[in-house]
């Protein structure tokens, strides 16, 4: 045996220590609690951050710092900013395959193929940030000497209850809508399969997405989800992850600052989407401006 081999055997593993993403950083959970994630074989893959209602809290507060930033950008440069983190995805792939295959369950091949579909779901919405204005804005025809024009602004702070089976690619689908139309986001990951959600929060760190515009938090959905259904400074909601009686459960507490609420529903995540995901959290500004005395001889101005 060569003395290769030998170091190899006796070498021990270095396993990973995952951590939540608030704020652009990587805190340990505030409670310093974790939990056992497995895979579909119920075999220990590693101990995730089981995060609290501080955390929930802390994440807020980071996405309301980021938005002004955020928003104020120009599309086209939130658009380049997606389109990095497609890149930086691609180089980080074989991770990723190996992330959802052991959360989900899948062959190499077919997780394989839902990597692929994520990168490609984040080029999709790069494409998208500064065109989406185009489609729902415009000049609105009005009787009399004005002008009327509408034009879409983003919500502001957007809690997502990630999709609890499609740990990568549900998650990139709900995410990036968000974060394309200018909105920040405080995202709660898969309880059962967090993994591939803790190691986008590595890669958006690093991807020029400004910290706090994504916080990626992990634990007991239930738990983290109701201080941020209640929470008088997020805006929105949207419930893909929520089963039927959280759902209920969280569209009430949410009801009373009037956030937008955004009801799970069934969705082939594989599937081209369409624009909905980023209407849903678009609010309209209209405004009116004089063109001036209508008169026979014409228009003055």
């Known amino acids: 045996m060569s003395a290769v081999e030998k170091s190899e055997q006796q070498r021990l593993s270095v396993f990973k220590t995952y951590k939540l993403y608030v704020g652009g950083k990587f805190p340990r959970s505030e409670s310093g609690r974790v939990y ?3 895979d579909s074989k119920d075999r220990w893959l590693a101990n995730a951050p089981q995060a609290s209602r501080k955390d929930a809290r802390d994440a807020v507060v980071a996405a309301r710092k980021a938005f002004g930033g955020w928003s104020g950008a120009t599309a086209y440069n939130r658009g380049q900013v997606l389109y990095r983190v497609a890149e930086m995805l691609e180089g980080r792939r074989d991770q990723f395959v190996r992330e959802v295959a052991d959360s989900e369950g899948l062959s190499k091949a077919k997780a394989s193929a839902v990597v692929d579909a994520a990168v490609d779901r984040w080029v999709w919405y790069a494409g998208w940030t500064d065109k989406i204005a185009q489609v729902i804005g415009g000049a609105n025809p009005v009787a009399g000497p004005y002008f009327n024009l509408s034009t879409p602004e983003p919500t502001g702070v957007v809690t997502v209850l990630a999709p609890q089976e499609s740990s990568f690619l549900g998650l990139v689908s709900v995410i990036a809508p968000v974060i394309a139309t200018g909105n920040t986001v405080v995202v709660v990951a898969s309880e059962r399969s967090p993994l591939p959600a803790l190691s986008l929060g590595e890669v ?30 997020v805006n929105a909601i949207d419930l893909a ?14 009801a009373d600052n009037l956030k937008r609420v955004l009801r799970p529903q069934a969705v082939d995540y594989f599937r081209t989407p369409g624009i909905e995901r980023l209407t849903a959290f678009l609010e309209t500004k209209t405004v009116w401006h004089p063109t001036g005395a209508l008169g026979a001889s014409g228009s003055s101005y």
Do not use: C, F, M
Request: proline residues 4%.
């Open 36 to 38: 056992e994630v497995t």
């Open 241 to 254: 992850g929520a089963d039927e009686a959280l759902a209920k459960e969280l569209e009430i507490a949410a």
């Open 204 to 233: 958006l760190a690093t991807s020029d997405v400004p910290g706090g515009v994504v916080n990626i938090l992990t634990g007991r959905t239930a738990e983290i989800a109701a201080p941020l259904a209640a929470h008088q400074d």
